[in-house]
């Protein structure tokens, strides 16, 4: 495949990422405006994200599994086509519990079109720029911060929050035609794997502890970020006609840490994100202290966004490459840990976060934030070590022996 489509096919699967990451994250940028709408509590509200969380994460390895005989360019496009429709049904959903139902269907469908897509990338794409690609792939949910959010949140509070809902649906339509045209039709036949040989997969002791780091890192994103438009308004006292811009700001540097999670992919990308985490921690900590002091809070809350999503790139090539060494039959099914993982973290960090709120008011946030970050620091300082034996062996012996 030539380069130039190469770079064409990662551009369209970008663009879908980007619009499936606005399918997910929008709601927390309308959180207070669907929680007044529906006659919901805000901490109801959240459950919108809880549950498109979890549905992402128990509903695409089963789409991986039933859908794996079915080639893989037919997959994507009609896959896009349902949450198109999603999206508008979602529009015009009166209840909380009818957007829910819609919101639990398009999370399955958006984790299992992304995996086909990381897929194809592995397949189609040379091997030394298979990296650099599916780090680009990802960085669409970072552009979806930057732009999808904000945007969508100043057409939901502009307008009301179902219009939000029909933008994406257009733009969906954009990503459906992108698809068509450079998805290849000569793609390699699905080779489905058998029950065996997943069930090796998904119980195999390193990959379930490598699984675990974009849970935590994730969920200590999202222990806060479910709530950021409620913590911007009322703990860092941000105008309301400001949110929009904040998330605009705080979405850019997302795409700076994306950018800086390719770097890392590089390498012994375990070891690095050891220190990442631990750094991660104290900067929560540091916001705890500094979110009612406007220009301070702030800034730290710029530094977390630059740090938010570094383990993405890194955490889907160690763990398709922990599948190969460890059940080769099943890389489709690899593809789709790291997004199934983050969602997880989205899930449980979402639910945390409700939790926090109820019992402890949004200041408590970042705490419950730090918590989390040490414990995917201590799962990758783990895992670092099972990925070199020999190495603290070494170092105690060269100490012993100085």
Known sequence: MKTTRQNALIFSFTFMAFI?????????GLLSEISASLGVTLATAGGLVSGFAISYAIGTPLMMSLCSRVPKRITILVTLVLILLLNLWSAVAGSYSMLLVTRIVTAVLCGFVLSVAITIASEVVDPDKRGKGIATILSGFAIANVLGVPIGTLVGQFFTWPAAFVLNGILAGI???????????????????????QFELLTNGRIILAFFIPVMAVGAVFVMYTYITPLLEQVMNIPKSSVSGVLLVYGIATIVSNWLGGKIASGNAVSKL??????????????????????????????????????????????????????????????????????????????????VVRHGGLTSLPIAAAIMA??????????????????????????TNG
């Open 175 to 197: 990503a459906i035609v992108l698809n068509y045209m450079y998805i290849p039709r000569g793609l390699p036949k699905p080779v489905p794997s058998s029950l065996k040989d």
């Open 20 to 28: 499936l990451g606005t399918t997910e994250y929008i709601i927390v």
């Open 274 to 355: 050891r220190f990442v985490f631990l750094i991660q921690t104290v900067v929560y900590i540091v916001f705890s202290m500094t979110a009612s002091i406007p220009i301070l809070g702030m800034v730290v809350l710029m530094v977390l966004a630059t740090m938010s999503s570094i383990v993405s790139a890194p955490a889907q090539l160690y763990l398709i490459d922990l599948a190969k060494q460890f059940a080769p039959r099943t890389k489709d099914l690899a593809a789709s840990l790291n997004p199934v993982a983050s969602n997880v973290g989205i899930a449980g960090g979402s639910a945390i976060g409700g939790v």
């Open 374 to 399: 040490i414990g995917a620091c201590s799962i990758a300082v783990i895992c670092s070590r099972l990925d070199h034996p020999g190495q603290t062996t070494a170092n105690v012996q060269h100490h």
